[in-house]
């Protein structure tokens, strides 16, 4: 066996994190050990920087809000082939124009709004295992297609278990179960239509999709993003009864998967 003298073995299969520097007004800089950066400007207004292992980019931008029912925006001005300066905004009574017609532009211009909250019922080695929001809301929003207003619930075993005995008679925890409405809220930032609103609830059950991450040798992160695209399709209408469905949502799911950065979950 090779002698390695002072050198550390590295696993290239492992991502490595950015180094991040903070520097204050006297110039004094801390290095910082981060996979995510949130900064709040104290009015309600927030900024989320993540670092993405498995994307196009170097950086995810998020734009946050404490109050739900508001629509962050971001705002962008070129300042050179190598400067950007970004605007956060919060938007309470916002309207887009009801016909692209008058615009000129497709219906495709108009990306269909999500208002998400998540709920995290976990403690202790599931609460560490959970996903972030910023996470979740990138997920969920690759695979929407409609306007929606989602609750998003990370549970234990217990509560999973409850659940799937309750609502499907099976006593058993599972890893997503989809709970769709009738119809909910006008959702802001997007003019009356008289179209009702998708609605519904996903729950993760967190020790459940640990475990089958681990079975199938699938990052906790990739089958966490596949499971929430998995429930936000089903909140949609796919479904998985027949072949022909099945083929058509599980292609559906490889794509948007895809297109996140991940490799074919059914693969």
Known sequence: MAKMANKKSSDSSTPRMPRVVAIAADGKATKLKAERLEIDFGDGRKLLLAFPE?????????????????????????GA??????????????????????????????????????????EGEDKANAPKKNHIRRWAQAALQQDAEVTVRLVGAAEGRELND?????????????????????LPGRAQTGAATLS???????????????EQGKTLEAHFAHLVVH??????????E??????????????????????????
Request: proline share 6%.
């Open 54 to 78: 498995r994307a196009w980019g170097d950086l995810e931008i998020e734009a946050d809000a404490d109050d739900e029912a508001a629509v962050p925006m971001l705002s962008l001005q070129p």
């Open 81 to 122: 082939c190598n400067l950007l300066t970004l605007r956060v905004d919060v938007h309470h009574d916002l309207a887009f124009v009801d016909s692209p017609d008058l615009l000129g532009l497709p219906e495709s211009a108009h990306p269909p709004v999500l208002k998400l909250s998540v709920q995290k019922a976990v």
């Open 166 to 186: 309750e609502y499907r008679s099976k006593d058993y925890a599972t890893n997503v179960l989809t709970f769709v409405y009738a119809g909910g809220e006008d």
């Open 200 to 214: 519904g609830d996903l729950v993760l059950c967190v020790p459940v999709v640990v475990k089958e991450a681990a």
């Open 231 to 240: 429930g936000m399709l089903h909140l949609q209408g796919y479904d998985h």
């Open 242 to 267: 027949t072949e022909a469905d099945a083929a058509e949502m599980e292609k559906l799911e490889t794509d948007i998967l895809r297109g996140l950065g991940y490799a074919d979950p059914y693969a």
